[in-house]
């Protein structure tokens, strides 16, 4: 899909597009979303630009992330996606400066460009030209990021409250679902710093390109943004330390309620021990038992089996080990 953007009537607009018609050279931004094959030639022969591949989106290389070429800047980012659901995860999107203007490759519709058009069709002052809309979509997507990074802060308080609770309050609870919860927080913060990482490289390069103008105030914003970001990993790294804290804490709680269980069934056992002793003394087939031919026999022995369980009771309340 191919979409055009010019700066008409206060704001940022969809421009409409004629079926394989080039965009028109007002549009300041030209997003491909899941291009075809001749969209993406149309755009490299109307714009002058070689829009890079799916395959050469993914490479994990700097350079052939963040380059120049033939008076453009090429910059592709890691950008964490699907964030509401039970698997988020990281996609690649390039961004393309040239000519003052703007295009975005990408494969997926994540919710911070959708946040942005909506933005930016009010506020005409913050997306003049190309790179003032690269530092518009950046901003929305470290905004994102920022949610995801407090919401996971606020699952790990909720995690920590419920795993050193005082036992009564804990009482039997299942620890698994603590344990997933650990797990969705810690697949989020490993995501949202591997995106965190790739924005400060292309902020970095984007701000040393000698190829693209940017303006005092773009400047501002893209150092503004690079302090963001540098904060914003230190505090991903400081929830990913948590994450590793609470799951080495929750796998400890469990530990310490097998050894609670394990601890009970071992008790009852000593207990039960001695009255089975004495039960199977008495109950030997023998012709000459003491007291089996008296009427108080077997009160004797129940008493005898009684005494010798509250005894070793006695014993282990008064060493504390109960």
């Not at 997926?108 to 009010?122: G, M, N, S």
Request: aromatic content about 8%; charged content about 20%; proline content about 6%.
């Amino acid at each position: 899909m191919l979409n055009a953007f010019a700066l008409q009537n206060g704001g940022l607009v969809r421009v409409p597009l004629a079926a394989g018609a080039p965009p028109p050279p007002e549009a300041l931004w030209i997003d491909l979303y899941e291009p075809t094959p001749d969209e993406e030639r149309l755009i490299e022969t109307a714009l002058r630009v070689d829009v890079p591949t799916r395959e050469e989106m993914r490479e994990i290389e700097a350079s052939n992330r963040l380059y120049e070429e033939d008076g453009g800047v090429y910059l592709t980012s890691t950008i964490v996606t699907k964030l509401d659901t039970d698997a988020p995860q990281n996609t690649q999107v390039t961004f393309i400066l040239r000519d003052g203007r703007l295009i975005t490759n990408r494969y997926t519709d994540p919710l911070p460009f959708r946040r942005y058009v909506a933005y930016a069709e009010r506020h005409a002052a913050t997306c003049a030209s190309g790179p003032a809309i690269l530092a518009g979509l950046v901003e929305s997507i470290v905004n994102r990021i920022a949610d995801v990074i407090e919401r996971v802060g606020s699952d790990l308080d909720g995690v920590s409250n419920r795993v050193f609770s005082h036992p009564h309050r804990r009482g039997g609870q299942d620890f698994r679902e603590v344990l997933e919860t650990i797990g969705r927080s810690g697949e989020l913060i490993a995501k949202a710093r591997e995106s965190l990482m790739s924005l400060g490289r292309l902020l970095a390069f984007v701000q040393q390109s000698a190829v693209v103008q940017l303006s005092q105030e773009v400047r501002t914003r893209l150092r503004t943004l690079s302090r963001d970001v540098i904060a914003m990993s230190d505090h991903a790294g400081f929830l990913g330390n948590n994450v590793s804290f609470m799951l080495d804490a929750t796998l400890g709680m469990i530990n310490i309620d097998q050894n609670n269980i394990l601890k009970i069934f071992s008790v009852v056992t000593v207990f039960l021990l001695p009255p089975s002793v004495i039960g199977a003394l008495f109950g030997m087939n023998f012709q000459h038992i003491p007291m089996s031919a008296q009427p108080y026999g077997f009160w004797i022995a129940i008493g005898m089996m009684v005494l010798s369980a509250v005894l070793p009771w006695l014993e282990f309340k008064r060493r504390g080990w109960l």
